[in-house]
Structures are given as C-alpha cells and as structure tokens.
C-alpha cells in the first residue's frame, strides 16, 4: 500500500517559482518509478515528469529546461521544482507511484497509486 500526498500548490505570478512535494507512506522498493502529472481546466491529464528509483529522470519538452526534481530520501519525499512558470502551467499537479519497475513511462495507466492534487495557478 502506497499513500502519496502532494504539497506546495499555490497562485504565482508569471515567471515566479513553486516547488512541489510529493510524499509518499509506503515500504522502501527496490524498483519504482514517480511520475508528476497535470490537468488544466478543460483538458486531459498529461504527464510532464518521472522519476525512477535509479534516479533517472525525464520532464516533457513542455516544462524540460524549467522544472526540475530534487529527494529527501529520509523523508521519502519528491520534490518538484517549477520554475519560470507561465499561465499555460496552471493546472492540478498529480504525484503517481508504480511500484516494483523503474521505468520513465508516463502512461496513467501503469502507475498503482495517486495522489490527491494540488492546484497551481499561475496569473498576474
């Protein structure tokens, strides 16, 4: 059982910075792999970002160059670092967990876990 909770959402001016958290409550896996996703207003849910627990990682070129990831291992925390963010970033950002494989697929449909959301907006 995996439990993923995101953090750090908010409302930022374009061009400002937010980071994201992602902490998970679940046993230690040799392999996994986290993938960050987002859903603006009107659209589908897309994947913009995953990790693997060998620590390879891959961003879409929609936010590659501006978001970034650090860990707190400890904590059992992903961080997602967003910055120069713009109006077309303003969605609901999704952590999700796939446990047993290191992979950087960002298909929904092979991650086993999901958070809750957390909105990001970004306006002046």
């Known amino acids: 059982q995996v439990q993923l909770v995101e953090s750090g959402g908010g409302s930022v001016q374009p061009g400002g910075s937010l980071r994201l958290a992602c902490e998970q409550s679940r046993r230690t896996y040799l392999y996994y792999s986290i993938g960050w996703f987002r859903q603006a207003p009107g659209k589908e849910r897309e994947g913009i970002a995953a990790?693997?627990?060998?620590?390879?990682?891959f961003f879409a070129d929609s936010v590659k160059g501006r978001f970034t990831f650090s860990q707190d291992n400890a904590k059992k925390t992903l961080y997602l670092q967003m910055n120069s963010l713009k109006p077309d970033d303003t969605a609901i950002y999704y952590c999700?967990?796939?446990?047993?494989?290191?992979?950087?697929?960002?298909?929904?449909?092979?991650?086993?876990?999901w958070g809750q959301g957390t909105q990001v907006i970004v306006s002046s």
């Open positions: 990790i693997t627990s060998s620590g390879q990682t």
């Open positions: 999700a967990f796939r446990t047993n494989v290191a992979s950087l697929n960002l298909q929904e449909s092979v991650y086993n876990y």
